[in-house]
């Protein structure tokens, strides 16, 4: 079953989103798609990318904060692939704050509940592969002035 637009707010995760297996599409309102993941724990997942801590992004012994390589996600990949996006009128994506304003602001959430994480999985594999996607693989890094 799939939760159609205007789809649910990361502020709504707790009563929209069930506690199973699927796939969920992170969408702007106006139609980009930033990324596509599974969980077997839809809510969990989904709040761990809403709460987009900055204590969760750590930085490697001797790196560079301007270095994706050198920054690792504890917690939600989202945090990391936002806090090395390009910048986004009226939210600073390198806070904690600001990327979870622009999540809860500026993105809603479609759902596929799925039996299981493996077909959830066959699900994402084309989406993935299609490119459509901003957020997808490595992480890059911020343009340089």
Known sequence: MTYQ???????????????????????????????????????KGLIQHRQSKQARLK???????????????????LAKHLYFSPPVLGYDLQTEIGRQRYLE????????????????RDLERPKEKSGDYRFGGRVKALPLD
């Open 105 to 120: 602001e500026r993105c809603h959430l479609l759902i596929t509940l799925t039996k299981t994480r493996e077909e959830a």
């Open 59 to 77: 930085l490697r012994e001797g790196g560079d904060w301007r270095n994706p390589a050198d920054v690792i996600s504890k917690q939600s990949i």
């Open 5 to 43: 637009a205007p789809g649910i707010r990361f502020s709504d995760v707790e009563t929209a989103v069930p506690t199973t297996s699927g796939l969920y599409q992170i969408v702007t309102d106006v139609g980009e798609l930033l990324k596509v993941g599974i969980s077997g724990h839809l809510r």
